[in-house]
C-alpha cells in the first residue's frame, strides 16, 4: 500500500514537472458533465496517434471531427458593440489555426465526446464516434465555460482570433520584443501562430501555473501588455 502511494506521488511528480503536464478541466473532460464518464485516457479527447483529422493540422494529431458551426468573427458587420469598429486588421472568415480546435468544444454546440478514434482496436469514423457512456449520447459545453468563448458560434464579443498581428495597429509592440513570465513565449512572436492570434496565444491548453490556462497571470493586466504598448 505505502509503495504503491510513493510510486503514485513519484508519477504525479513526473508529470507536472513534465512538458504536458495536463491540468485543470481538460485532465478530465468527463468531470465537466453528468452524461460522460471517464474512459481512463486523457489525450483522446483531443489527440489520437492514428486516423487523425487532418482539417486541423495547427491542433496535431486531431481526434475531431470537423465542426459544421458557422461562427460570425469579430469586427463582422453584426459586431456586438454599436459604433464599435476594430482597428483595421480583419479575422479570418471563420476560426483558423488551433482556434477551430478549441471552437471544437468550446462552441457549445458541437459534441465534447464526438472523437474520430475511440479507444479501443478498431471503431474509428471520421464523421466522429461518441465515447464515454453506456449508451453514449452528445455532451456539449457546460454553458458557464463556453459563453465567455463561441457561444453557439458567437465570436463577436470575444478579443478577435485568426487576425493577423500588425505592429502598430492597436498599439501593437514589434514582434521581436522580449516578454516577461509568458508560458512558452520569450518574444511576443512565440505567442503567435503562423504570425496570427489565436487561443492559443493566451492560454496554453494543456496547463500553466495560472487561472484559466493563461499563458501568464494578469496581474496588472500583464498579459494584455506582453503585446499591447498601452
Ligand atoms: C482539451 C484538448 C487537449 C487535450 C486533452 C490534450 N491536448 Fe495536446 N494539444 C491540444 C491543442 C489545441 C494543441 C495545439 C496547441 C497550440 O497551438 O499551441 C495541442 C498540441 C499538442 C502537442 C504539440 C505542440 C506542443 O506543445 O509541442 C503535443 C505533443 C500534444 N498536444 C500532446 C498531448 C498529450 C500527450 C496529451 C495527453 C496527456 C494532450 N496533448 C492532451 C489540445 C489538447
Ligand atoms: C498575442 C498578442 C495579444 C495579446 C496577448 C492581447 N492582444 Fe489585444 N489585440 C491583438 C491583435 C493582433 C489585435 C488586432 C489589432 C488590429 O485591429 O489589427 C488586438 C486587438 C485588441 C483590441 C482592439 C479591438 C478593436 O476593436 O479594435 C483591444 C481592445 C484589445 N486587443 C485588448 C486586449 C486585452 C484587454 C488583452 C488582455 C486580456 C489583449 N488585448 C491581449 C493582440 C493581442
Ligand atoms: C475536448 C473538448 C475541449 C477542447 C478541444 C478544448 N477544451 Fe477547454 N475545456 C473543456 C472542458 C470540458 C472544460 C471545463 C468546463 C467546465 O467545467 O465548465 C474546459 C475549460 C477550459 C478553460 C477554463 C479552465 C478553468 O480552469 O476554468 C479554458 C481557459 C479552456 N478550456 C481553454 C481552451 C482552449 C484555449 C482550447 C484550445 C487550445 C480548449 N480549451 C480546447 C473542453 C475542451
Ligand atoms: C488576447 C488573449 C486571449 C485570447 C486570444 C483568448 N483568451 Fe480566453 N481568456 C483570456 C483571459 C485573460 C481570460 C481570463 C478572464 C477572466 O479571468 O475573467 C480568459 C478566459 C477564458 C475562459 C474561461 C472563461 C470563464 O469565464 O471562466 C475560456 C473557456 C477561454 N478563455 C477560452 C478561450 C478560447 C476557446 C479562445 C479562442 C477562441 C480564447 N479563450 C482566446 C484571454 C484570451
Known amino acids: 500500500m505505502k509503495n504503491k502511494f510513493i510510486t503514485s506521488i513519484v508519477a504525479l511528480t513526473a508529470l507536472s514537472s513534465g512538458l504536458f503536464a ?9 468531470s465537466s458533465t453528468s452524461t460522460l464518464t471517464d474512459n481512463g485516457e486523457t489525450c483522446v479527447y483531443c489527440h489520437t496517434p492514428h486516423v487523425a483529422n487532418k482539417d486541423y493540422q495547427p491542433a496535431p494529431l486531431w481526434n475531431k471531427p470537423t465542426s459544421d ?6 469586427g463582422a ?4 458593440v454599436a459604433g464599435v469598429t476594430i482597428a483595421g486588421t480583419t ?7 488551433a482556434s477551430m480546435a478549441c471552437l471544437s468544444c ?15 482496436a478498431g471503431n474509428s469514423d471520421i464523421n466522429g ?11 456539449t459545453m457546460p454553458a458557464l465555460a463556453y459563453k465567455a468563448v463561441g457561444s453557439g458560434g458567437d465570436m463577436t464579443d470575444d478579443h478577435p482570433i485568426s487576425i493577423q498581428y500588425i505592429e502598430g495597429r492597436a498599439s501593437l509592440r514589434p514582434i ?7 508560458v512558452g513565449a520569450s518574444f511576443v512572436s512565440d505567442m503567435l501562430r503562423d504570425g496570427k492570434v489565436q487561443c492559443s496565444s493566451c492560454h496554453d491548453v494543456h496547463g500553466t501555473p495560472y487561472n484559466t490556462y493563461l499563458r501568464s497571470h494578469n496581474t496588472g ?10
Not at 491540468?23 to 478530465?28: K, L, N, R, S, Y
Not at 493586466?221 to 498601452?230: N, P, T, V
Open 221 to 230: 493586466s500583464a498579459l494584455c501588455f506582453a503585446c499591447h504598448d498601452k
Open 22 to 30: 495536463l491540468t485543470g478541466p481538460h485532465a478530465d473532460i468527463t
Open 91 to 97: 479575422t479570418d472568415t471563420a476560426p483558423t489555426g
Open 77 to 80: 458587420s453584426s459586431a456586438g
Open 176 to 182: 521581436n520584443t522580449p516578454v516577461i513570465d509568458i
Open 69 to 74: 458551426t458557422v461562427f460570425t468573427m469579430y
Open 129 to 139: 464516434v461518441l465515447i464515454g457512456t453506456n449508451p453514449a449520447t452528445p455532451a
Open 106 to 120: 468550446h462552441d457549445g454546440v458541437s459534441a465534447m465526446n464526438s472523437v474520430i478514434n475511440a479507444p479501443g
